[in-house]
């Protein structure tokens, strides 16, 4: 991710009539990771074994210890964003269960992880085999990237059974999905966004909104925003940083945001890079004061998923501890895992 804050500059090279210009963005590129785990059969399913039981696992103060054998089931990994996760999961020493619930489409499909197999099952006997996992790994944390539509009934499904999770996903009733945990004895991680950075970023805009209201008074402010095609909506966190802006004094609607989803102008005009174009997050937000004489710009950019799939590592780590010392809070977000520290 590039973050990019500039102050102040002649308003000549800003904007021509606050027409958004060509902007040289870059990200660094993704290193993957091919990691194996041993498969066994047990118990009429399938079960991941370590060196180290999952039920004998002590968190100490390193992250080191955390990792060895922590049980994970990472639901929706069929996707994109739940495939990143597994390899990061699994580079980071955690250990995923060989099994993962996904949506009816997905049942039976069979995801390959570093050499290994991790069976998928769709919406029949899901509390069964749940609860079945739960029962061969006690200190299991269920990680969720499905799809919008599931999470209201997915975060009931962990609710019920007894289970902590991470919920990355977006959409669903979200005042529902905070009553129904609220309302168990359950853990758990609700973030929309897991990027770290990102979120600190999106916090530290926060507390300047908060802090110094109507500090950007009078200037016009412009958005660009570049996504793969099949986001064809404004991001959550531009509409964060928005929010934000306005608090500040700037005037502006969501509908002023460009949207940019076609790929050669992303190419050519946004300079993401070819092999990250069905998988980026670019956003510029620009800002002019009334007469022209400065400008100031923020920018944060993501090729892949990495860094919310380390994110939610990060994430999966705090919750682990937190289960483990019987804190008091039970809900969370990724503000608290930042307020943690101790990330990877």
């Known amino acids: 991710m590039a973050l990019m804050v500039k102050l102040p500059i002649n308003a000549a090279l800003a904007t021509q009539q606050h027409k958004i210009m060509p902007i040289p963005w870059s990200c660094g590129r993704s290193i993957g990771r091919n990691v194996s785990i041993n498969v066994s059969k047990r118990r009429n399913f399938m079960v991941a074994t370590a060196s ?41 020493g955690l250990h995923p269960v060989p099994l993962a619930l996904g949506g009816p489409e997905d049942n039976g499909k069979i995801v390959d992880v570093g050499g290994k197999e991790i069976e998928i099952h769709g919406m029949s006997q899901r509390e069964d085999i749940l609860s079945s996992v739960l029962n061969e790994y006690p200190n299991l944390i269920v990680v969720d990237y499905t799809v919008p539509a599931a999470v209201n009934e997915n975060a009931a499904l962990y609710c019920k059974v007894g289970v902590p999770f991470v919920l990355g996903t977006t959409g669903g009733d979200r005042e529902l999905l905070y009553k129904t945990v609220a309302d168990s004895n359950v853990y758990a991680v609700i973030s929309p966004q897991m990027g770290k950075q990102v979120v600190a970023f999106l916090a530290a ?35 964060a940083i928005i929010s934000c802006f306005q608090k500040l004094g ?73 289960v483990q010392s019987r804190a008091n809070k039970r809900i969370y977000d990724m503000i608290d895992v930042l307020r943690e520290g101790n990330m990877r």
Do not use: W
């Open 52 to 92: 180290t039981p999952a039920q004998s696992v002590e968190f100490a103060n390193t992250n080191t210890s955390q990792n060895v054998g922590l049980p994970i089931m990472v639901n929706g990994c069929t996707g994109k964003m739940g495939r990143a996760v597994l390899e990061a999961a699994i580079s980071a």
């Open 205 to 239: 805009m926060e507390i300047m909104a908060e802090q110094f209201p109507g500090a950007f008074s009078g200037y016009h402010l412009q958005v660009m925003e570049s996504h793969q095609a099949s986001k064809l909506d404004v991001s959550g966190t531009a509409k």
């Open 250 to 322: 700037v005037s502006f609607e969501l509908d002023q945001v460009q949207l940019i989803r076609d790929p050669k102008l992303q190419i050519e005009m946004v300079g993401v890079p070819e092999e990250h174009i069905y998988g980026h997050a670019f956003h510029m937000y620009h800002l002019t004061s009334p007469d022209g004489t400065v400008s100031f710009e923020f920018q944060h950019n993501v090729c892949g998923r990495s860094i919310y799939a380390e994110g939610t590592v990060d994430a999966l780590l705090f919750l682990a501890k937190k």
